[in-house]
């Protein structure tokens, strides 16, 4: 049985009422999505501004709760439960957010942000809460000195490995990253995706990743659902999606990102026209405004998303038609030997030397 | 490099003033020029000082807290020593820049053909008919739909990627020799960014004009510039052609760059990381300032800032450890 499954989710937000507080005006955030993840595998969630995928990411926690649809966990019905229930099952999937400047209660230290979850579901007795703490701490690569600190000292990195264990706090099953490198620079970016990974492999956790970077899903995710205007396009296993991606709006995303590979040899599918508006998206397939491959029957008629054989789920009318898409990613690997070489001693050399994370703004970085 | 570069920056150095009598070192020994038609990439993280750099070259900085030193050459002027008045006429003319954030760097209570008109009739002069021609003319150029009714508009009715093409239209307006693109993508989806990086080359195609693009983006840089200058804590730690920096890097901190990002044509279990953190500008360290984080690091890496060694002709590293291939082999 999979750890969670989404049924059928609905959720239109009320973007205009009348004077007498009728609603004229919906924006369809999500609109029909379904989908399930096991237990510690990774699920992105992928799509431009607006396509739905935060939204996702609330109402499966139950931070906001849906128009219609099922969210099951481990069984459970999430939206029949009560409050106590509720806040029990909260234990289990916690949440990070894209900003860990915001994220953050800036008038409480490390120490109080990490004991507040374990004294909320009084999960360790208040004597041994300091060295939970600690404990946590080390787990995301912090030094436990740290503890006594408050989040404006931190760099967004370190901020973001607090706001890591502050969702590891509770020993959650679930984890639900929102653009959790988004905010980061390059260099630290890899080390929150690195550490999500190691977690990821210790603890058995499973994580529904949203972003709307698909370089970074492509190195976190096992599987993908791509989104376009609150529905699902289509669903695959990372490594399918990327060497075959189907729908012509996953081929498009694809094809816009900028590789780090000059004169990379590549299609390129430059969608024209601007992404249409939630609040009244188009009839039939909602990407036929903007998709090179429409047909007549698209501009009426939505298509379902069917899965093969294989688990990779498509909805579009003309998917066995659509020319291949082998050459929408270079084959080539990206790294020359000499470079391959060079990383692979800048990475030896560095692991080597120092624990990743320690040391602080303004403090000697401290060997351990 | 061509004989005379269209700009041409020597020895620039930007030390900001704090309240609290605190002085940042934000840009040092910063030589960098470009030819007409090129399009030179500025890459770094947050805090390396390449959006001040271009900031002085357009003369933007705070005058009161700002010491700056040595000389910005652009066809003939010295942008450092030049008279406001002298700026003023070529900002905006000859010099152009186009912002990270397209929401906050147009005017709400104008609409946009008021912006794109206005900077028409400063430089070019003429009635404010044949500018509203030109602007609805430039509008065009950069894909957008109906150009006629859109020009009366106000910017909030317009989406990101629609301000991002009225910022680039206005940038284009008196036809600039050099445009500055501070992150010009970085706001926008990714479908949209395809759409402006073409846009950009298509410009640059036409019109002939350089491009200084600023991003922290690899990617970017791959596809759209000719030559990279990589900046970090102030400084430029390695210039090099294009391909060159992307399959021979020659400063560790490069390396670094390219190894931790994730990348969709190359699969790696771990991505390489930067340890550490960039040291403090207000006293930067005396010898190489990536030396603290840097694995291939000696003892005379600290003791004495390393010069910009040439590596093979347009292709500088500041490390003295260059070239790194001798390192692996």
Known sequence: ?368 | MSASPLIEIRDLRIRFHGDDGRITHAVDRVDLSVANGATLGLVGESGCGKSVTSLAIMGLLPKQTTEISGAIRFDGFDLLQAPDQTLRDLRGNRLAMIFQEPMTSLNPSFTIGDQIIETILRHRGGSRRSARERAIELLRRVHIPSPERRIDEYPHKLSGGMRQRVMIAMALACDPQLLIADEPTTALDVTLQAQILELMRELKAASGAAIILITHDLGVVAEVCDEVAVMYAGEIVERAPVNELFSAPQHPYTVGLLGSIPRLDHRAEQLATIEGMVPNMAQPPAGCRFAARCPFVLEACTRAPPPLMKISPGHVSRCIRAPLELLVS
């Open chain 1, 1 to 368: 049985m999979a750890l969670l499954e989404v049924e059928g989710l609905v959720k239109h937000f009320v973007a205009r009422r009348s004077p007498f507080g009728r609603a004229l005006a919906h924006v369809k955030a999500v609109d029909g999505v379904s989908f399930s993840l096991e237990a510690g595998k990774t699920l992105a969630l992928v799509g431009e501004s607006g396509c739905g995928k935060s939204t996702i990411s609330r109402l499966v926690l139950r931070l906001i709760e849906p128009d219609a649809g099922t969210v099951r966990f481990n069984g459970r019905d999430l939206l029949s439960l009560d409050a106590g229930a509720l806040r029990k099952f909260r234990r289990e999937a916690q949440i990070i957010f894209q900003d860990p400047y915001a994220s953050l209660n800036p008038r409480m230290t490390v120490g109080q942000i990490l004991t507040e979850p374990l004294a909320l579901h009084d999960l360790v007795p208040p004597a041994q809460r300091r060295d939970r703490v600690a404990e946590i701490l080390r787990l995301v690569g912090l030094e436990p000195r740290l503890e006594r600190r408050y989040p404006h000292e931190f760099s967004g990195g370190q901020r973001q490995r607090i706001a890591i264990a502050r969702a590891l706090a509770v020993e959650p099953k679930l984890i639900i990253c929102d653009e959790p490198v988004s905010a980061l620079d390059v260099s630290i970016r890899s080390q929150i995706l690195n550490l999500l990974r190691e977690l990821q492999d210790r603890l058995g956790l499973a994580y529904i990743f949203v972003s709307h970077d698909l370089a970074v899903v492509k190195h976190i995710a096992d599987r993908v659902a791509v989104m376009n205007l609150g529905c699902i396009v289509e669903e695959a296993d990372a490594d399918a999606l990327f060497a075959q991606p189907r729908h012509p709006y996953s081929r498009a995303l694809l094809s816009a990102i900028p590789l780090p590979q000059p004169h990379a040899k590549r299609t390129k599918v430059v969608l024209q026209g601007e992404i249409p508006s939630a609040l009244n998206p188009p009839a039939g397939c909602r990407f036929h405004t903007r998709c090179p491959f429409v047909i007549d029957r698209c501009r009426t008629e939505a298509p379902a998303l069917t899965a093969d054989g294989a688990g990779h789920a498509t909805a579009c009318h003309r998917v066995n038609e659509l020319p291949s898409a082998d050459t929408i990613l270079p084959a080539t690997a990206g790294f020359t030997p000499a470079l391959a070489k060079l990383v692979a001693a800048f990475s030896r050399k560095t692991e080597g030397a120092t624990l990743p994370g320690v040391g602080i703004q303004g403090a000697r970085p401290t060997t351990t």
